[in-house]
C-alpha cells in the first residue's frame, strides 16, 4: 500500500511539472521544435505532417510522468545496494524511454 501512495505522489508531482514546463514552451512558441518531434521524425521516420505538436506535448508529459513514477517505485523497493538500483532503474527507464517512442512513432505512421 506503501509503494501505491509513492508512486501516485511521485506521478502527479512530476506531471504538474512537465505540464507547467509544456505550457511554458507553447507560450514561447517552440513546440514544433521540441526534442520528441525531432526524434520522432528523424529516428522513427514520421512524417511532420502527421504530428500535433500539442498532443505529442501532452502525450510525453503523461508517458515521461508514468516512466519516472514506475522507476523510482520499482527502485526504491528493490532490495539491492545503491548502485545496483542505480544500474537497474536506468536500464529500465532506457527500455521504456524507447518502448514509448516506438509505440507512438508506430500510431503515428499509422494514422491517416
Do not use: Q
Not at 509513492?6 to 514546463?21: K, P, Q, R, S, Y
Not at 521544435?33 to 525531432?38: D, P, T
Not at 514506475?70 to 545496483?84: E, H, K, N, R
Amino acid at each position: 500500500m506503501e509503494n501505491l501512495f509513492i508512486f501516485l505522489i511521485t506521478f502527479v508531482v512530476v506531471f504538474l511539472v512537465m505540464l507547467a514546463l509544456h505550457y511554458k514552451k507553447k507560450k514561447r512558441g517552440e513546440l514544433k521544435n521540441s526534442k520528441e518531434i525531432l526524434i520522432l521524425h528523424h529516428r522513427f521516420k514520421v512524417d511532420k505532417k502527421k504530428i500535433n505538436p500539442e498532443t505529442v506535448g501532452l502525450l510525453f508529459c503523461l508517458i515521461y510522468s508514468l516512466i519516472i513514477a514506475v522507476v523510482g517505485t520499482i527502485a526504491g523497493t528493490i532490495d539491492f545496494s545503491y548502485a545496483w538500483r542505480l544500474l537497474i532503474a536506468f536500464a529500465l527507464m532506457m527500455a521504456l524511454m524507447f518502448s514509448a517512442y516506438g509505440l507512438t512513432a508506430l500510431y503515428y505512421k499509422r494514422k491517416k
